[in-house]
Nanobody, 125 residues
Framework: QVELVESGGGLVQVGDSLRLSCAAS????????MGWFRQAPGKQREFVAV????????DYADSVKGRFTISSDNAKNTVYLQMNSLKPEDTAVYYC??????????????????WGQGTQVTVSS
């Protein structure tokens, strides 16, 4: 049973930084694709960032490129999302997602097999 547990969300001011963590358990994740998504009230879940655990290859949504960084710690089975220069439009529930192996359409939340419970990020102006 795969379990993903997010943490690190909170209430911050515009321009502040936060680091989200996603602790994974239940499998060997070296071949997994790990993604971060977010969902604001009344909006569809949207892609934020992705990392292929073994290769370390990453990609980002245009809206966060240059501000957010996804990384992984293999020893801790944890994926991180470092968020800098936060804006009010970054306010959302952030979810960690995982899927075994390679995903071609990794920006599509429907292709991921496992999800965390989400962590709230609120950016106040």
């Amino acid at each position: 049973q795969v379990e993903l547990v997010e943490s690190g969300g909170g209430l911050v001011q515009v321009g502040d930084s936060l680091r989200l963590s996603c602790a994974a358990s239940g499998r060997t994740f070296s071949s997994y694709t790990m993604g971060w998504f977010r969902q604001a009230p009344g909006k569809q879940r949207e892609f934020v960032a992705v990392i292929r655990w073994s290769a370390g290859r990453t990609d980002y949504a245009d809206s966060v490129k240059g501000r957010f960084t996804i990384s992984s710690d293999n020893a801790k089975n944890t994926v991180y999302l470092q968020m800098n220069s936060l804006k009010p439009e970054d306010t959302a529930v952030y979810y960690c997602a995982a899927h075994p192996g390679y995903i071609m359409y990794y920006t599509n939340y429907r292709v991921y097999s496992y999800w965390g419970q989400g962590t709230q990020v609120t950016v106040s102006s």
